[in-house]
Structure formats: structure tokens, C-alpha cells
């Protein structure tokens, strides 16, 4: 399927392990927020094993990673706004503020 099309093998992907709809606008912009907390996730990951662990509830909010043909040539222009590393983690809802892991009292 991905050799015929791959775009039809795309908007399949992710419409069935996601729920996004790549065709319109809402899904692409699901898709891009979920392509950044991807790479939020990678320099965790670096930086955990780097440098100490830079935020210990910080967490990947999907399922299912992005497929790596849509990260681009240039991840740090396209997700990154030009920082060469991301440096604050950022947090929703359900991830709090507070940086220290948690304790079992």
C-alpha cells in the first residue's frame, strides 16, 4: 500500500490509530502538535540519560508515534521555532508543574 500511495496509506495510519483526519486542517494540526511532543519526547530522552532527568512527569500524550517520512528535513524549523534544543518541556493538564518524581507517600 505504501508503495502505490502513500499518502492514502498515510491519512489510513493515522485516521485509524489516531483519529485524525490528515485531509482537513484540524487533523493536520493535530498531527504537527503530536510530531512535537514526539520530539519533546526524543530530547527527554537524551537529556535523561545526558544530563539527569529534566522533568520527571513530563509524558508522551498519544498512543502511536508519528510516521518519520512526515518529520521533515527540517525538524528544527518546522516544530522547533528555530531553538536548536528544547529546554522547557512543555506541560498540559494532566502533567503538573511540579518537576520532582513521585514518592510513595
Not at 531553538?83 to 506541560?91: N, S
Amino acid at each position: 500500500m505504501y508503495a502505490e500511495d502513500p499518502h492514502a496509506a498515510k491519512q489510513k495510519y493515522y485516521q485509524e490509530k489516531t483519529g485524525f483526519d490528515i485531509n482537513e486542517e484540524d487533523g493536520l494540526n493535530q498531527r504537527r502538535v503530536m510530531m512535537k511532543k514526539y520530539l519533546e519526547g526524543l530530547q527527554w530522552v537524551l537529556y535523561y540519560y545526558y544530563k539527569g532527568c529534566p522533568h520527571w512527569r513530563w509524558y508522551y500524550p498519544f498512543h502511536y508515534a508519528p510516521m518519520v517520512s512526515d518529520l521533515g528535513a527540517d525538524i528544527v524549523k518546522d516544530f522547533l521555532g528555530n531553538k536548536t534544543a528544547i529546554h522547557d518541556f512543555e506541560t498540559d493538564f494532566n502533567c503538573p508543574e511540579d518537576r520532582n518524581p513521585y514518592t510513595p507517600f
